[in-house]
């Protein structure tokens, strides 16, 4: 079962030199983190620890995780690396500390990649739902008790409940079903049918490269 979310200053006459010297080093680091992104593994921590390396599943979105003038932003974002710092501080990685390697997949692959041993954490604001509790292991929520909320547009018959969608097609993301077959049987009077999302829509693209940001000193 696997777990679920520098720089460096000289004098100019030196700069030149230290680029050249540290050139092959970069190259073998970018081929090393591509190797890295695409290896399948699926042991524990103490494996991680030893690679240095955290790999997090994540999936575009412009509040969980977005790239900014190259620069990964977002929540998810913000808080894996807190949770890596966190980590480096626990184990005392010193001058060779765990790095996070940010992979991102499509919402209805986070959890076949994770299985698959692509990445070590599936970090992407997913909902706990029995059916998934079976396949991964949840962290404790960092969110209970969400209340959705519809919008429906000027034209639309007002909805009160739930009841209201009887007999209606009701247009989900695919990866979404389970969590409204849950959320409320009385879905199933409706038809239920897979609708491409915007986020998913902003997922057709070619993904780049893993990114592992820039380590600080």
């Known amino acids: 079962m696997r777990t679920t979310n520098a720089l460096l200053g000289f004098f100019p006459h030196v700069c030149l030199l230290a680029a050249l010297l540290l050139l092959p080093s970069v190259q073998a680091s970018t081929v090393a983190s591509m190797d890295i992104s695409q290896e399948l593994h699926t042991d524990d921590f103490e494996q991680i620890l030893k690679r240095r390396t955290l790999r997090i599943l994540v ?40 790095k996070a390697m940010y992979i991102p997949v499509h919402r209805d692959e986070l959890i076949p990649a994770l299985q698959a041993g692509r990445g070590d954490i599936a970090a992407a604001n997913l909902t706990i739902t029995p059916e998934r509790s079976k396949q991964v292991a949840f962290s ?49 009077a409706g038809t239920i049918a897979g609708s491409p999302s915007p986020e998913s829509a ?15 000193s």
């Open 59 to 98: 999936v575009y979105s412009p509040t969980f995780y977005f790239i900014d003038k190259g620069q990964p932003k977002g929540l998810t974002y913000e808080a894996m690396e807190s949770f890596v710092k966190q980590l480096n501080q626990k184990h005392h990685t010193g001058k060779l500390p765990i």
């Open 140 to 188: 404790k929520p960092f969110a209970d008790h969400v209340h959705e909320v519809l919008v429906q547009g000027s034209a639309a018959k007002p909805i009160t409940s739930v009841q209201g969608l009887s007999g209606a097609s009701v247009y989900v993301r695919k990866s979404s079903r389970e969590t409204l077959i849950y959320s409320s049987a009385a879905l199933l």
């Open 202 to 216: 902003a997922c057709k693209k070619p993904f780049p490269k893993p990114n592992m940001p820039a380590r600080k």
